[in-house]
């Protein structure tokens, strides 16, 4: 409900305000939460916020949190919990992130915790990662994305993204499937803005869209 993400987001923001400069806080609001070309908000706005704390050492760990609706189902609320490492230079070689993350959601009988395992690399405008769940609802799944950033003149860029999901738990739910999406994204001093159309290659699913999101990382640079 976008009410307790206001909450969430807010207290996330006293938390930051009082912690040091390792503290990250960012904040998004969506007209739709889309998770691996599945909406999870029934194709309405989502506001989210998370918290990430990260050390010298590149290990990093945190806590986000967005509104979702599930028709048929009960959850209001999604709150995510991670710890990896990350380092390398991505601009001059290869970057890496390592770690885990477990989805939860408070308030729901009918969703199970999931925690997923996730290594990626990145070079220049591209990145990949993969990601597998050793218990997806007593299956195993995996998933295998590629992104690409084009730059652009005037802060703009061409978002690009694949997505690959497979392993038991999509065989015993129809079937492997790609999610794909292509936008233009804006960086305006601290803000982001990206329009972006979202598909599958589910057969009759008809979950092409349209999504528009504004986010914001805290605390902003100082001049």
């Given at each position: ?7 969430l987001?807010g207290?996330l923001l006293?938390v930051?305000?009082?912690?040091n400069a ?5 904040i998004?609001?969506t007209s739709?939460?889309?998770?691996r070309?599945?909406?999870q908000?029934?194709?309405d706005p989502?506001?989210q916020a998370?918290?990430t704390?990260?050390l010298?050492?590149?290990?990093y ?8 609706d599930?028709p048929?189902a ?5 709150i995510?919990?991670f710890?990896?490492f ?6 001059e ?6 770690g885990?993350?477990i ?8 969703f199970?915790?999931?925690i997923?395992l996730?290594?990626?690399l990145s070079?220049g ?5 993969v990601?597998?769940s050793?218990d997806?609802y007593d299956?195993t799944s995996w998933?295998?994305?590629g992104?690409?950033?084009?730059p652009l003149?005037a802060?703009f860029?061409i978002p690009l993204?694949v997505?690959y ?8 739910a ?5 999610d794909y999406?292509v ?5 305006f001093e601290?803000?982001?803005?990206n329009l972006?159309w979202?598909?599958?290659d ?6 092409d ?8 990382t ?6």
């Open positions: 409900m976008i009410k307790s993400r206001v909450l987001a207290a006293a930051a305000g009082a912690a390792g503290i990250t806080v960012p998004t609001l739709d939460y889309d998770f070309g599945f909406t908000t029934d194709e989502a506001l998370g918290l704390w990260t010298d050492s590149g290990l760990f945190g806590v986000w949190g967005s509104n979702v599930f048929g009960d959850p209001d609320i999604e995510d919990a710890v990896g990350a380092g390398g230079d991505a601009a070689g290869i970057g890496y992130d390592v885990a993350i989805y939860t959601y408070p308030d729901s009988q009918d199970d915790e999931v997923e996730y290594a990626g070079h405008i591209f990145s990949g990662k990601w597998f050793p997806n299956e998933y295998v994305e992104n690409a950033a084009i003149p802060g860029s993204h997505g999901s497979f392993g038991d738990y999509w065989d015993a129809g079937g492997d499937y790609l999406s936008g233009v994204a804006y960086t601290n803000f982001g803005l972006k979202v598909d599958t589910i057969s009759g699913a008809n979950m869209r349209v999504i528009f999101t504004v986010s914001t805290l605390p902003w640079a100082k001049d």
